[in-house]
């Protein structure tokens, strides 16, 4: 691309800013395409910088010839007039309506129409008026935007380098001819990649070729650009589209830039339609409901959700029958006739139709079904419907599942009495975890039971990567033909153990591939839970991985894990969750051929749990290096992050998971971005509603601190079987700990203070910190009586009994904003805003319940002894305090004298119903470890200087303390 012709029409040197206004042209390849007018360029520091023509909207005018090589004739010769308010500029002024005059147009000009997404585009040719024989070149339009007052709002001046040919001098040799596809091809083209040639006329250049298909939902274009000299390309329709109307279109132009279109087209394309012998009609009890299924094909194929825009119904006397709503149903599943000696497994079967539901009654005869396609066919089919019955319905009470040793899965329930008679068959119907049909199993009607082979569900991942996770039992009335006409379906089961174990949605075997190459090889991931609820490490005994033909596969290690987290999707910013989740995982020691694997989990109860899972072929995805991964906050204290794809295997990546964690480690936030491109940097924003939200799923706070990317690659079912992950990286500056609370002394006496804690990755210092604000809800700021930086010099740990098995964490080193009040309204949430000196703002969202004066455990009733191997401290609970229950939990605070000051180095939390702790001596030693690693080694004790009451919040947020008086020195 290169500009020329530049002719300079206004310039302003001694202007504050000086400008100038100038009109070019724009060349490709050496031809003049368009000619830019009014350009306005301002001179900042010595340099010409392009301003752009400052217009409201685009405005295009533009001679366009079009020729229909199907029909052999010119359809179309004028001027197109198109204009667009793409960012809504003039219709914030109030845009109404637009007159375009100039050469070759009535001296009232013309008024192009409104149409879709703000544009007015109409093409004006000489059956309308227009006299191309004065139109010269560079012809100037003046396009004027009026109000609804019709006040004019701006006007514009456009240049047309050359009008339209006259329609007598016009002729189809200046069009391009199409060469392929030919007529025919075009009307039997149903989908894919159409190749596209065609024969172009001296001097002219390619511009475009469009390919336009009409369906059920309007028309669809695939466009792409051309080269000058290109005669051929490539147009792209998806698969099994079965058109109505099909339109191909070669653009090219002249050396003025003029239009020529050359159209082939295939108008009421006809396919056939048939309906499946298989339709019914169907009472179903329990709902209440008589449903209408009409299975069809189109040209022996599926039909698709886009094809048919009606369902009818009629009876005898051609009355048409209403419904309430129609739907396009599919399915992909299984058939099991159980009633055979030797069932075999027939499938996967694909089956799909237009469902009707919410008819009122329906009298005994012969119905009339007819499905309505857009491209105007119809078909239609008759079915003999002898009444509405109301079948038995298995209660739900007397269904049960359970595992036998081979890995079959057996089912039981009791049949009712009453109306018994009335059933012809039963159908157990197997379904995954988004309820879609995994088999359907044939039974007797007498029959109470039945074994669901293993060889049956291990078939499953051929249909979708997934266990079976519900089953249900369908009684069925058959009328002569055989065909179903009334149904009562039980209430749907979860497959479960005999002690309620059941495998949850989320079930895998993956290969991933790490920054840390000794880390890569296959994991699976099973999702287990006991009655709804997640599993522990304690409920699992031990698991057994076996190929399809039973042999062991060798696992390095088996362990549980749990998480609660969110999810957040990157455009626009939707967000789900949280989620809890646990899972049992595995570490194969060596490769996986792909293939179907039987997964057993044994439970402690006794119970072994089977699932079937399919292997993917191993895949290493690329690894995002994390020494391209930053962190910032902006001004409103939104996370940006951002980091560089590898060039190299980008191409079998998905899709890409930021994930966000805490200071120690546990999942936060998975935000889903899409792949992106190869080599290029990434970024991703994550809302300050959406880091605020977090902080709720664990309590004390979990400020988003650790971050990493997942590179992720699917199968056909959207199931992840490959994954790379990149180091983790710390934020650049984030938050430790947030809390706006009220404090209560042993002697009554309460206040209130405000607390953001932040660390960094090179550790936060006092210089880093400039401004701290606490607004209320209506963003008016709170003035604290006192505020300041603090900070400690040395670092200290939390150890937390309140878990199963308690741990010790740190080193947290203490540095942030404190701020005191007199008064905080109560119950209100409150933005704490804490301004850095060159990384933007970090924002905390706290909230403060109704108030509560915490009851505080006496200094009197604390005894502490010394045994062999542990600390034991005892105190009494003031438990006939009537706000004893708001206290969550209670910290032991230890301090040390370093420096010539006391500081906290260590806080033991414990359970609130607790009155003693037993404190490792061997904390104590790590504590006295992590002083002398930064500097202190000269600490010979630490003592027990405190106990205070704490309550959370719902966010898990402090919001109230009570503090006893100092309690030893040494």
């Known amino acids: 691309m290169t500009i020329g012709n530049v002719s300079l029409e206004e310039i302003d040197l001694n202007a504050e800013t000086p400008f100038a206004v100038i009109t070019f042209y724009i060349f490709f390849e050496g031809y003049p395409s368009e000619a830019e007018h009014g350009f306005h360029m301002y001179r900042e520091d010595g340099i010409w910088k392009l301003g752009g023509n400052q217009w409201l909207v685009d405005i295009d005018i533009d001679p366009v010839a079009v020729y229909d090589q199907s029909s052999d004739a010119i359809t179309e010769n004028g001027l197109s007039v198109w204009v667009n308010d793409e960012n809504n500029a003039a219709a914030a002024e109030g845009l109404d309506s637009i007159v375009v005059t100039g050469p070759g147009l009535p001296q009232e000009g013309i008024a192009p129409e409104q149409g879709e997404f703000s544009e007015w585009h109409r093409l004006y040719q000489e059956s309308d008026g227009l006299d191309p024989a004065v139109i010269g070149l560079n012809a100037e339009y003046q396009v004027a935007l009026y109000d609804a007052g019709s006040g004019q709002i701006a006007e ?7 009008g339209p040919e006259s329609d007598a001098d016009l002729s189809k040799e200046v069009f391009a001819e199409i060469t392929g596809p030919s007529q025919a091809e075009l009307y039997n083209f149903t989908g894919g990649a159409l190749s596209c040639t065609w024969i172009m006329p001296e001097g002219m250049r390619a511009d475009d070729a469009r390919l336009r298909w009409y369906t059920g939902g309007g028309w669809v274009e695939e466009d792409v650009d051309l080269s000058p000299g290109d005669t051929g390309t490539t147009l792209d329709m998806p698969e099994d589209t079965y058109p109505s109307a099909i339109r191909l279109e070669v653009e090219i132009e002249d050396e003025y830039g003029r239009e020529f279109i050359t159209v082939l087209r295939a108008d009421e394309i006809e396919y056939a339609y048939h309906i499946g012998s298989n339709a019914y009609i169907q009472y179903r009890s ?5 449903v209408v299924y009409l299975p069809a094909t189109k040209n022996d194929q599926p039909i698709s959700s886009e094809d048919i825009s009606d369902v009818n119904l009629y009876n005898s006397a051609d009355e048409e029958i209403p419904y309430l709503e129609r739907i396009f149903w599919t399915g992909y599943f299984f058939l099991y006739d159980g009633r ?43 079915i003999a419907y002898p009444g509405r019955l109301d079948l038995p319905v ?21 049949n009712p009495a009453a109306g018994w008679g009335d059933v012809d068959n039963l159908r157990v119907v197997m379904y995954d975890h988004q309820r879609m049909q995994l088999a359907f199993v044939a039974l007797d009607p007498s029959a109470t039971g039945v074994t669901i082979p293993a060889a049956l569900l291990s078939r499953f991942p051929e249909l979708r990567n997934t266990s079976p996770a519900y089953w249900e039992v369908q009684a069925i009335a058959m009328d002569a033909n055989g065909m179903s006409y009334a149904r009562g379906a039980s209430e749907t089961m979860t497959v479960e153990s005999a002690e309620g174990y059941s495998f949850g949605g989320t079930s895998y075997i993956q290969y991933r591939t790490h920054a840390d190459s000794s880390l890569d090889g296959y994991r699976g991931f099973f999702q287990v839970q006991q009655n709804g609820a997640p599993i522990n490490r304690d409920d699992i005994t031990g698991m057994t991985v076996r190929d399809a033909q039973g042999n062991e596969m060798a696992i390095a290690g088996w362990d549980a894990w749990s998480a609660s987290y969110n999810y957040m999707t990157a455009s626009p910013y939707g967000e789900y969750g949280p989620y809890a ?71 079998e990546v998905d899709q890409v998971r930021v994930v966000l964690y805490d200071r120690y480690g546990r999942e936060l936030l998975y935000a889903v971005d899409d792949a992106g491109s190869a080599g290029l940097p990434q970024e991703l924003t994550i809302p300050v509603d959406t880091i605020n939200r977090v902080t709720s799923l664990y309590p004390r706070g979990p400020y988003p601190a650790l971050w990493r990317v997942q590179t992720d690659a699917r199968d056909t079912d959207e199931m992840v079987y490959a994954r790379g992950f990149s180091n983790i990286q710390v934020f650049s500056y984030f938050i430790d700990l947030a809390f706006l609370q009220q404090i209560t002394y042993e002697d009554g006496s309460s206040s209130w203070q405000a607390w953001m804690g932040m660390l960094s990755s090179n550790g936060i210092v006092s210089q880093d910190l400039s401004g701290f604000q606490v607004l209320d809800s209506n963003d008016n700021e709170v003035v604290p009586t006192q505020a300041g930086v603090w900070g400690s010099p040395v670092p200290y740990l939390f150890y937390d009994t309140t878990q199963e098995e308690p741990w010790l964490s740190g080193e947290n080193w203490q540095m942030g904003y404190a701020a005191a009040f007199d008064f905080i309204n109560h119950p209100e949430s409150y933005r704490l805003s804490a301004d850095l000196t060159e990384q933007g703002t970090l924002v905390a969202q706290v909230s403060v319940p109704e108030n509560v004066g915490m009851p505080v455990i006496p200094a009197s009733s604390v005894d502490v002894t010394d045994q062999t191997d542990f600390l034991l401290v005892e105190w009494t609970n003031p438990d006939a305090d009537a706000n004893w ?60 200087r405190q106990i205070r009451t704490v309550a959370y919040n719902e966010d898990g947020m402090q919001y109230a303390r009570g503090e006893s008086e100092q309690i030893m020195n040494e």
């Open 156 to 162: 514009y001046t456009v240049i047309v380098q050359k």
């Open 286 to 290: 329990g709902q209440d409901d008589f």
């Open 340 to 382: 055979l000696d030797s069932p075999d497994i027939e499938g996967p079967v694909r089956e799909n139709g237009y469902i009707a539901y919410g008819i009122d009654q329906l009298p005994p005869e012969t119905y009339t079904a007819e499905l309505v396609p857009y491209d105007g066919q119809s078909a239609q089919i008759e």
């Open 394 to 414: 298995v209660d739900r009470a007397t269904m049960e599942s359970g595992w036998d040793d081979a890995g079959n899965l057996e089912l039981s329930w009791q």
């Open 581 to 651: 989740q646990s899972a049992v995982y595995c570490q194969f020691s060596g490769d996986l051929p792909e293939g179907t694997y039987q997964v057993e989990i044994q439970t402690t109860d006794g119970d072994t749990l089977y699932t079937w899972i399919q292997a993917s072929a191993h895949l290493s995805l690329p690894v995002v290096d994390s020494t391209t991964m930053a962190s910032v906050w902006d001004a409103e204290g939104n996370l940006l992050l951002s980091w560089q794809n590898p060039p190299d295997g980008w191409q």
């Open 885 to 944: 229950p708001s206290v969550s939990e209670i910290h032991v605070v230890f301090s040390a004298e370093i420096g010539g000051e006391t500081q906290d180095v260590l806080f033991v939390g414990v359970p609130a119903d607790a009155e003693f702790v037993e404190i490792p001596d061997s904390v104590e030693a790590e504590v006295l470890a992590v002083l002398a690693d930064v500097g202190y080694p000269d600490v010979s004790n630490i003592y027990l």
